[in-house]
């Protein structure tokens, strides 16, 4: 044992190319592992992120059905509907903080379990609402489910995936998020707002059943003195042939150094801080790109940019999304991190930049400086329906530029860079802040169209994009090709 655990230092030592002796003993143990039932278990996991994806992607086809439904007591008015689209953020909030206290006091695992019963509570309260705060209530609900799902998943999947694929596990977080927005559009062309939240119930019903049967994360096993329990953990994610013992004792000389509980003075270590600084701004900029208010809205911004049929362009857009994201989980561990966060954010920059002249051009053609009056104008006889190849190209390129980066990313980065100790706090103030701003950003939306104006206010997510390139190339260090604790010891020793 005394052996493994010097072999284990030696290792977490090794930085970039230095002794390579010891990498190859690395790569020995990883030409060992068998990666099937670690798919398994990431499959399992991912479930929750559909679910999310269905409860974000829900609000696009619901809300036209219940501005214009018969029955007086479940018709949204204007502000309604703004807040049935923005009030799950709220409930995605608090769920961040619950998160962050139940996977250091329950586990992974059981945190995941637990998370579907607000999914399936929160849709069966919409599907048998009888007055709008019934609607609202569900909305919260699942929003809270979400919100511990963010948290929880990725820390999940980083735990239990090795470094040769903790990029693309990752990164199937997202994948299946925009999965489940694309399904909820989708299913939502053909069902009624009540039969699409029985449909959005099926996924969180599947992840509770499936995660009975998949393990705990071998680093929270250890983290609880539970060695035993840890390598069968081990031995169902890494195969037979791999040598479990070994791993186990690497991940406990890592948190031996870390040391044990959360304390006030952490916030001066360099190795909480630093991390912490990095996860909370890489969230914030996150949202800063519009991507929430983009998507919550996608139906009415398309009406804007005077497509009739913009039910389906939603599904195309949807589709981009999931198309991408897919290409951005296959690359992830090749490209590395920062490279595709730096071409996401020129992406991102530029569309925003074409869509808002675009929206200026079209205001010019109408004499008028508003965007907003768009939708009230005739969109079969539109002058300025001839610029609407502008408005599909910037959509798609802002989609696809999203999905390539700003997307999975900043959840991965954030199940990467924290110490075993502080994860629960650290990643709760990350979603929190993730969730927080998606909310002022979702509310504030129709506000911040009518005071800047449609171009003004692409114009303003433009430059926010132009920042996170900034940001990205001065403070996110690349952590593709590392173990967790390599990372975590980047950050405590020598400054990027």
Avoid at 237 to 254: H, S, T, V
Avoid at 304 to 316: G, M, P, R
Avoid at 461 to 482: D, H, Q, R, W, Y
């Amino acid at each position: 044992m005394i052996e493994i655990q010097n072999e284990s230092r030696r290792l977490l030592d090794t930085e970039d190319g230095e002794d390579t002796g010891v990498r190859s003993e690395q790569d020995a143990y990883l030409d060992k592992v068998k990666n099937g039932k670690l798919f398994l278990a990431s499959l399992a996991a991912v479930l929750g992120p559909l679910s999310f994806g269905f409860v974000l992607g829900y609000s696009s086809p619901a809300i036209p059905e219940l501005s214009t439904i018969a029955d007086p007591r479940l018709r949204l008015d204007d502000d309604e509907a703004s807040w049935f689209g923005s009030i799950v953020t709220i409930g995605a909030a608090i769920g961040g903080l619950l998160g962050g206290w139940m996977v250091d006091k329950i586990g992974r695992k059981l945190s995941l379990m637990f998370c579907s019963l607000p999914y399936i509570f929160g849709f069966t309260i919409v599907i048998a609402a009888q007055n709008v705060w019934m609607l609202y209530l569900g909305r919260v609900l699942t929003g809270l489910a979400s919100g511990v799902t963010s948290l929880v998943v990725p820390l999940y999947i980083s735990e239990i995936a090795h470094e040769r694929v903790r990029g693309t596990m990752g990164s199937c977080v997202q994948l299946m998020v925009v999965t489940g927005i694309m399904g909820a559009y989708i299913a939502g062309m053909f069902l009624d707002w009540r039969w699409l939240a029985i449909c959005c119930s099926i996924p969180p019903t599947m992840m509770m059943v499936f995660m009975c049967f998949m393990p705990e994360t071998p680093r929270f096993l250890l983290s609880q003195g539970k060695r035993r329990e840890a390598e069968e953990a081990v031995r169902f994610l890494r195969g037979p042939d791999a040598p479990a013992e070994w791993e186990c004792a690497r991940i406990e000389d890592a948190s031996d150094d870390q040391g044990g509980s959360l304390g006030m003075a952490d916030l001066k270590n360099p190795g909480v801080y630093k991390p912490l600084g990095v996860g909370i701004m890489l969230m914030l900029f996150q949202q800063l790109t519009g991507i929430n208010a983009i998507m919550f809205y996608a139906e009415t911004i398309f009406e804007e940019a005077h497509f009739k049929n913009s039910n389906v362009a939603t599904v195309v857009v949807a589709a981009i999304q999931v198309v991408f994201t897919a290409v951005a989980a296959l690359v992830m561990d090749r490209a590395g991190r920062k490279l595709l966060l730096i071409l996401s954010g020129v992406s991102m920059c530029l569309s925003t930049a074409a869509f808002g002249v675009y929206f200026k051009l079209s205001s010019e053609t109408h004499g008028n400086s508003s965007g907003l009056c768009l939708v009230e104008s005739p969109l079969a006889e539109d002058p300025a329906a001839g610029l609407s190849w502008l408005a599909l190209a910037s959509m798609g390129f802002f989609i696809t530029g999203f999905s390539l980066g700003w997307g999975p990313i900043p959840w991965l980065v954030m199940s990467e860079i924290f110490p075993s100790r502080v994860k629960g706090f650290a990643s709760s103030v990350c979603v929190l802040t993730n969730w927080g701003s998606a909310f002022i950003i979702t509310k504030t939306f129709q506000d911040l169209m009518d005071l800047l104006t449609s171009a003004g206010t692409f114009w303003l997510f433009s430059g926010c994009c132009a920042l996170n390139i900034v940001f990205t190339i001065l403070f996110v260090p690349e952590t593709k090709g590392k173990t967790l604790e390599q990372i975590q010891t980047q950050f405590k020793g020598t400054p990027e």
